[in-house]
C-alpha cells in the first residue's frame, strides 16, 4: 500500500499522544509515545507545539486524530453523523495550516441515544477497509470509554460508549474500594467470576460493593479483588454491547493487546467468538488509507 510520499500521523488523546512516522511505502519508519496528551497543554501551547511538529517533519504533510480535534484541543472539528465511512472522514478533513490536517470525529443520535468518538474511528474503519475485519461486523474497541460499533458496508453506522475503564480507574484512585485494587488484573478465576455475575445481575453498583464486602469477609482474596472487579466492569460492558446482536455472530476486538485479551476472557464467558486486532496496526491502516486521499 504506497503512499505519493511520507506521513506523519498522530494519535493525539486526552493523556496520551502516540506519534508513527509512515514511508511512502507504507512503512512504520517511527514510532514516539509520551504523556503530551490534550490536558498536557495550556493555552496557546498547541500552536507552539504543531510549530514544533512543523518543523522537526518540515517536509511530511500530519495527520492529526483524536481529542486534538475537540472542543479541548488545538481547534474544534464538528462531528460527521452516522453512517459514516472512511471516504466520508476524507472528505471532512479540515486543513489548519500547511501540510497539517485534522480527522474530524463521528456522532450519533437517535433511539433515545447521543454519542460521539473521538480517534477510535480511525481504527475501526482502518480495519474494515484494509480486511483485518468483514465489512459488515460487530467491533469493540476497549478502553477509558469503550466503543461498541456496528458495520455495514465498511461504514460505522451506529454505536454505543461505555465509560468502563475511566470507571474502575476512578474506582482504584478514589473509591472506597481503593486499597484492594492495587493488583494486575489477571484473566483468571476470579475476573471470570465477576464477568458472569455482571452477566447474570442487573446490579453492578451494589456487586462492586460487595467486592469490599467479600475481602472483609474472607470470602475473597486480596490479590483477586482487581481481577473480580474489573470482571464486573468487564461483564457489563460487554452485556450492553451483545444487547439485541446476532447471538452467533463474531466481535471484533481491536485496541491494546492486554485489554483485548481480558475481553476476550470475558466473550469467552459469554459464549461469543471474537477475534483479536492490535489497534495500533488499526490505526495505521485508516492513517494510510487517509494519507492516499491527499496525495
Known amino acids: ?20 512516522v509512515i514511508g511512502a511505502d507504507g512503512e512504520l519508519r517511527e514510532r514516539i509515545a509520551d504523556d503530551r496528551g490534550i ?12 510549530a514544533a511538529l512543523r518543523q522537526h517533519y ?7 486524530a483524536g481529542m486534538i480535534g475537540s472542543n479541548r484541543g488545538w481547534i474544534e472539528v464538528p462531528y460527521i453523523p452516522c453512517p459514516a465511512s472512511l471516504t466520508d472522514i476524507a472528505g471532512a478533513l479540515v486543513r489548519p495550516a500547511h501540510d497539517v490536517i485534522i480527522v474530524p470525529g463521528i456522532s450519533m443520535t437517535g433511539a433515545g441515544r447521543d454519542d460521539v468518538m473521538r480517534g477510535e474511528e ?38 454505543r460508549t ?23 488484573v489477571l484473566a483468571g478465576e476470579a475476573f471470570e467470576a465477576g464477568v458472569r455475575h455482571a452477566l447474570d445481575h442487573d446490579d453492578l453498583l451494589a456487586a462492586l460493593f460487595s467486592v469490599r464486602a467479600k475481602a472483609l469477609l474472607g470470602n475473597l482474596a486480596r490479590e483477586d479483588a482487581a481481577s473480580f472487579a474489573s470482571g464486573l466492569l468487564i461483564g457489563s460492558d460487554i452485556k450492553i454491547g451483545l444487547e439485541d446482536s446476532d447471538p452467533l455472530l463474531s466481535v471484533a476486538l ?13 466473550l469467552t464467558v459469554a459464549g461469543r467468538p471474537c477475534q483479536q486486532i492490535d489497534g495500533e496496526k488499526a ?3 485508516g492513517a494510510m488509507l487517509i494519507a492516499k486521499e491527499l496525495a
Open 1 to 20: 500500500m504506497g503512499l505519493a510520499r511520507h506521513c506523519v500521523a498522530i494519535d493525539w488523546g486526552t493523556t496520551n499522544r502516540r506519534i508513527f
Open 39 to 50: 490536558t498536557a497543554f495550556r493555552p496557546g501551547g498547541f500552536d507552539r507545539e504543531i
Open 58 to 64: 518540515p517536509h511530511s504533510p500530519i495527520i492529526l
Open 122 to 159: 480511525i481504527q475501526l474503519l482502518g480495519a474494515a477497509c484494509s480486511g483485518m475485519v468483514r465489512p459488515d461486523a460487530l467491533v469493540c474497541h476497549p478502553g477509558t470509554h469503550a466503543k461498541w460499533a456496528n458495520l455495514r458496508g465498511r461504514a460505522i453506522i451506529s454505536f
Open 162 to 184: 461505555v465509560m468502563t475503564g475511566e470507571m474502575f480507574a476512578l474506582l482504584r484512585k478514589h473509591s472506597i474500594l481503593s486499597d484492594l485494587l492495587g493488583a494486575e
Open 254 to 266: 481491536i485496541g491494546d493487546p492486554h485489554l483485548t485479551m481480558l475481553y476476550a476472557a470475558a
Open 283 to 285: 490505526f495505521l491502516a
